[in-house]
């Protein structure tokens, strides 16, 4: 017998905040890159890079959207009416 439990919010949060520190951490490490080694590896990086980004993204961060649609960063924002 399995149980199934919900991911609550305070659990996204924070899984959602490793997450988009493993991206910055992944960015820092291709700009440090940068002219320090041959375009061709740089290359390779930011494919790596890119690649890992997006399964971060589909993988961990859709997850947490889905379970939770307001910590989802990059929804839509109703726009105010007044404005």
Known sequence: ????RTLNKEDATTIRS???K?????MSLLYFSEGRCSEEQHEQMKRGVGMSVG????DILEVINAA???LDDLADSPTDPGT
């Not at 493993?22 to 992944?26: C, D, P, Q, S």
């Not at 399964?55 to 589909?58: D, E, G, K, P, V």
């Open 18 to 20: 490793h997450a988009l």
């Open 68 to 70: 939770h649609p307001e």
């Open 55 to 58: 399964r971060i993204q589909m």
């Open 1 to 4: 017998m399995t149980v199934s």
């Open 22 to 26: 493993a991206i910055a951490e992944l």
